[in-house]
């Protein structure tokens, strides 16, 4: 019996070290490839593309790749670039910053890291917009996609935003009567910055054989609740370069 006991509790063991085990950021390659159905959805509108990303060129801190629309489209490929953790990152008041890491390597159930920036002037309408989302390993679940059925690892984020309209004036003009003729009148109204929240909503599905997402969706809210656009990514097929 006492024999019997220590090889189920070595067996518990090891279930319980393997239900650990941390995934470790996937070797990219040159002409490593993948192609996405990709669709947008804001408002009333929808829209749907099949898009392929092509590795062209691995260096110690980033990853350069292309994009190109598939099915015979005559665009030229956009050339860009991401971090090794496919972070995205852009110029934000004149500096670098990361501003969506859908992984975080390595990545393990229960792991958590935060993404949070704010952008001085973005648009003409806004004064300034700031974003803050929190990432979660969630644990593995089965999502099926075009490519097939994957047993993935789930990231999912939850945060908001917020953006400051700019200050404005408006003039309105009138006409006047007076016993001189008729006169002009200009009234001009001055608008102060308010001030709008809404929520997000961010979820991906990654596979380590396939070195990315298999399925990724990004929702955004406005400051009712009211969702505004839906971005769905789901896998067609992928190719590793030899």
């Known amino acids: 019996m006492g024999k019997n006991l220590c090889v189920l509790a070595v067996a518990f063991l090891a279930l ?20 996405y159905r990709n669709t947008t959805e804001q408002g009333q509108s929808w829209n749907q593309t099949h898009d392929e990303l092509r590795v062209t060129r691995v260096t110690a801190s980033s990853i ?44 393990s159930e229960g792991k958590s890291w935060a993404v949070a920036y704010e952008e001085q002037h973005p648009n003409s309408a806004h004064k300034f917009e700031r974003f803050d989302n929190t990432f979660t390993v969630l644990g593995y679940e089965t999502v099926e996609v075009p490519a097939g059925k994957y047993k993935a690892l789930k990231i999912e984020s939850e945060g908001h935003w917020v953006a400051a309209l700019e200050t404005s004036q408006t003039a309105a003009q009138s006409a006047k009567a007076t016993s001189q003729g008729v006169t002009m009148v200009t009234q001009v109204q001055k608008t102060s910055a308010q001030e709008a929240t809404g929520k997000t909503y961010k979820a991906f599905w990654y596979v380590p054989e396939i070195k990315r997402w298999v399925k990724s969706v990004e929702e955004y809210y406005s400051s009712d609740s009211v969702r505004t656009s839906r971005y769905t990514q789901e896998l067609e097929s992928f190719h590793a370069a030899d």
Do not use: C, H
């Not at 319980?16 to 192609?35: F, L, N, Y």
């Not at 953790?85 to 110029?91: E, F, L």
């Open 16 to 35: 319980g070290a393997q239900a650990q085990t941390t995934i470790e950021r996937p070797a990219m390659k040159p002409g490593d490839t993948w192609v």
């Open 64 to 107: 350069f790749y292309t994009s190109k629309p598939t099915g015979g489209s005559q665009l030229s490929p956009k050339d860009l670039l991401a971090s090794l953790d496919w972070a995205r990152i852009r110029n934000v008041n004149g500096k670098e910053t990361v501003v969506n890491r859908p992984l975080s390597f390595p990545l």
